[in-house]
């Protein structure tokens, strides 16, 4: 559900790249933007890595090892979740998102725990993780957003799947028809009709494919172009348009900007 979010607000902050599960190094390393072509120029820090941090924090007995019968104990990698990497006006920045389930998951994990395990233990274990991928990326400029998915609105997150569903889809319909049906979306909305209407319209009076209507419709609410209500009302097509009251990014810019929140 965050993804969904990334996609939707990311092209807003320059987003040209996205992460996942990317391995927080160990031993030290180069920043992620290290080589990248809009990078060129800039004097880019190196991280630390996991073992330093965790030991300048006094947890690193809970760095994760790997251990065999073949060979000696030796470190290994943390995993994140989610690094963006955005552009503004100042050139190319990355944010780092350290996603949970739920708010209480950054204390306490729900899988694998038995009746057996140390939960005191687990929850320093994890606050330890947690602080340790915090410390390693604000090393080199890299802000972390704690994110917990029953934090997120509900009814976005169901309107931006039905909306993603759309997005890649080709729709028959030329320029100047997209631009025709838009406004009379838009000129619908603004006499409380639906969107079913519309198009059911348009599809007898210019023959525009119903079903291609609704790829150009989707599509230009996911690029908002067409702007409608998407966090207290879901986008019933049978129902009346609700025009935008509260924009998504004012909810949700804050997990892209440079700095702390």
């Given at each position: ?173 030329n320029a100047s028809q997209q631009e025709h049906l838009l406004d009379s979306l838009r000129e619908g909305m603004d006499k409380g009709a639906s969107a079913w209407e519309v198009l059911k319209l ?60």
């Open positions: 559900m965050v993804l969904l979010i990334d996609l939707y607000l990311g092209p807003q902050f320059g987003l040209f790249e996205l992460q996942e599960q990317r391995m927080l190094p160990f031993n030290p390393a180069q920043h992620p933007l290290f080589g990248h072509p809009m990078a060129r120029g800039m004097v880019l820090p190196e991280f630390r890595g996991t073992l330093a941090v965790a030991e300048e924090l006094d947890c690193a007995r809970f760095h994760p090892r790997f251990v065999s019968e073949e060979f000696d104990e030796e470190p290994t990698c943390w995993v994140g979740d989610i690094l963006l990497f955005l552009r503004d006006g100042h050139g190319p920045y990355i944010v780092d998102q350290d996603i949970k389930d739920t708010s209480s998951s950054f204390e306490l994990p729900t899988i694998g725990v038995t009746l057996r395990t140390d939960l005191s233990r687990l929850m320093t274990k994890e606050r330890a993780r947690h602080k340790v991928q915090e410390v390693l990326y604000r090393d080199v400029g890299i802000p972390t957003r704690r994110i917990a998915g029953d934090e997120v609105n509900p009814i976005l997150i169901g309107n931006l799947y039905q909306l993603h569903a759309w997005s890649r889809r080709k729709a028959s319909l348009l599809e007898l009076s210019h023959g525009y494919p119903t079903y291609h209507s609704k790829i150009v419709m989707y599509q230009a609410i996911w690029i908002q172009r067409l702007r409608l209500e998407l966090l207290s009302a879901r986008l019933w097509i049978d129902e009346p348009m609700v025009p935008e009251v509260r924009r998504v990014v004012d909810e949700y810019g804050h997990w892209f900007s440079r700095g702390e929140k």
